[in-house]
C-alpha cells in the first residue's frame, strides 16, 4: 500500500504540506510571541471571514474544474478551454465578492471591534489572488502533478512566511497584514510563470460565443460544492463567529484563538489525504469495485494518521506551548484538549467528501454540512451562553460525533446508488 501511494505522489504531497505547516506554524509562533493574546484574537477572526469569503470569491470554480478535467476521456483542447472558462470566472467573481466585503464592514456589520474592522479591507483582499491561485493547483491537481503542485507550493508559502514574520516584527499586526498582501500577489504571478512554462496553460483565446456553454458545464459542481465548502467553513469555525459578537474580553479570545491555531497540526496528514485521493475518485467513477477499495485504502491510512497525530499532540504540545512561551499562553491549554478531540473526530471525515466529490454527489456535502451549520448554531451558542468559552471548546467533541455520523450515512446512501 505504502508502495502504491507513493507511485501517486503521496509523500511528495505530504512533504510538501508538512514543509508548509512547519514554516507556517512556526511563523505563527513567533507572530505570537510578538503580538499580544488580544491581536491574536483579531488575526483568527479575520481568518475565520477570510476562509468564508474566499469560497465565495473562488464560487467553486476549482472544484468543478478539478472534477471535468479529471476525467480520462478529456481532450487536452477541451481540458484547456475548460481552464479558460472557469479563470475568467474566478476573476469575476473574486472582485465581486471583494467588493461586497467592502460595502458590508462599512456599516460595521462583520465586527464591533474598530480595530478588526479597519484591518478587513486589508486583510480580505487577498481573497481574489487565492482564489485564482487554488484555481491553478485543482488544474494541476486533475492532471494528477503532484510535484509540481507540491514544488509550487512549498516556494511560494516560504515567501509568504518569510515577508510576514520580517514586516510584522517591525509594523505589528498591520505589518502582518500588509505581508500577506504582498505575497499573495508574488505567489499568483510565481505560479502562473512556473505552469505556462512547463504545461499548455493559456489565459485567453477562448471565444465569448463558448462562455454561456462552460458556464454550463462547470455549474453544476461550482454551485454545489460553493454551497456545501460554505457552510463547511461556516459549521467548522462557526465558534470563532459567535464569540466575536459574544464575548468582549479579547484576551480571552486570544487564549482561544492560539488552541485553534494548534489544530493545524490535525489537518495536515488528512488534507494530504484527500488531495492525492480525489482524482482517483473522479476516475474510478464507473468501477464500482475500484473505487470501493481505492475507498478502503485511504480510509485505514486516514483513520491510523488521525490516531497517532492525535496522541503525540495531547503529548508533546502542553510541555511545548509551556517551554517556549514561559507560561504566556499556558491558559490556552484549557482550550486545546477539548478542540483536539474535537478536531480529529473531525477529520474522519475527509474522505468521505473527496468520495462524494469523485461520485458527483457533491449535494450530498451540502445537505450534511447545512445540517451541522443549525447543530453547530443550537449547540455551540448554547454552551457558549452556558459555560463560556470553555463550553465551546467541549462543545467541538459533540458537533463533530455528530457531523461524522451524518457524513457516513450519506456516504452510504451515495454508495448504494452506484
Known amino acids: 500500500m505504502l508502495h502504491g501511494i507513493s507511485q501517486k505522489g503521496f509523500f511528495d504531497m505530504f512533504s510538501a504540506n508538512a514543509l508548509i505547516q512547519i514554516f507556517g506554524f512556526a511563523s505563527q509562533l513567533f507572530v505570537v510571541g ?8 483579531r488575526i483568527k477572526i479575520i481568518q475565520t471571514y477570510f476562509s468564508a469569503f474566499s469560497i465565495l470569491a473562488m464560487m467553486g470554480f476549482g472544484s468543478s474544474t478539478l472534477k471535468l478535467c479529471s476525467d480520462a476521456n478529456i481532450s487536452p483542447r477541451r481540458r484547456n478551454a475548460i481552464f479558460q472558462s472557469a479563470f475568467l470566472f474566478t476573476v469575476i467573481s473574486s472582485l465581486a465578492v471583494y467588493s461586497i466585503i467592502l460595502l458590508v464592514n462599512h456599516f460595521g456589520l462583520l465586527s464591533k471591534d474598530s480595530l478588526i474592522k479597519s484591518l478587513i479591507p486589508l486583510g480580505l483582499f487577498p481573497t481574489i489572488s487565492h482564489a485564482l491561485f487554488m484555481l491553478l493547483i485543482a488544474y494541476l491537481q486533475a492532471n494528477k502533478q503532484m510535484k509540481t503542485i507540491s514544488g509550487l507550493t512549498v516556494s511560494n508559502r516560504f515567501i509568504s512566511i518569510v515577508g510576514i514574520i520580517g514586516i510584522t516584527f517591525f509594523l505589528g499586526i498591520k505589518g502582518y497584514y500588509i505581508a500577506y498582501n504582498v505575497s499573495s500577489v508574488l505567489m499568483i504571478l510565481i505560479a502562473l510563470v512556473r505552469i505556462k512554462k512547463k504545461y499548455d496553460i493559456r489565459l485567453s483565446g477562448i471565444s465569448p460565443g463558448l462562455l454561456p456553454y462552460y458556464f454550463k458545464r462547470h455549474r453544476p459542481y461550482a454551485i454545489a460544492t460553493t454551497l456545501g465548502s460554505l457552510f463547511s467553513e461556516l459549521s467548522a469555525y462557526l465558534d470563532v463567529i459567535l464569540i466575536n459578537f459574544f464575548v468582549t474580553d479579547m484576551t480571552d479570545i486570544g487564549y482561544y484563538s492560539f488552541a485553534l491555531t494548534l489544530t493545524i497540526l490535525y489537518r495536515l496528514l488528512p488534507g494530504t489525504v484527500q488531495q492525492v485521493s480525489l482524482p482517483y475518485f473522479s476516475s474510478s467513477l464507473y ?3 475500484s473505487f470501493i477499495r481505492i475507498y478502503q485504502k485511504y480510509n485505514k491510512l486516514l483513520y491510523i494518521t488521525v490516531l497517532l497525530t492525535v496522541i503525540g499532540s495531547l503529548l ?21 484538549i477539548p478542540l483536539s478531540v ?3 473526530i473531525r477529520q474522519l471525515t475527509q474522505l468521505q467528501s473527496a468520495a462524494l466529490f469523485g461520485l458527483g454527489k457533491a449535494h450530498y456535502m451540502t445537505y450534511t454540512n447545512l445540517i451541522m451549520l443549525f447543530v453547530n448554531l ?16 467541549y462543545a467541538s467533541i459533540l458537533t463533530n460525533s455528530i457531523f461524522l455520523i451524518c457524513s457516513h450515512t450519506y456516504f452510504r446512501r451515495a454508495i448504494n446508488e452506484i
Open 378 to 393: 443550537f449547540i455551540v451558542g448554547t454552551a457558549l451562553i452556558c459555560w463560556g468559552l470553555p463550553g465551546a471548546a
Open 34 to 41: 510578538i503580538l499580544s493574546p488580544e491581536d491574536i484574537g
Open 316 to 336: 508533546l504540545i502542553p510541555v511545548f506551548v509551556h517551554f517556549i512561551f514561559k507560561a504566556k499562553y499556558d491558559p490556552s491549554i484549557t482550550f486545546f
Open 287 to 289: 468501477d464500482k469495485t
Open 342 to 344: 474535537g478536531w480529529s
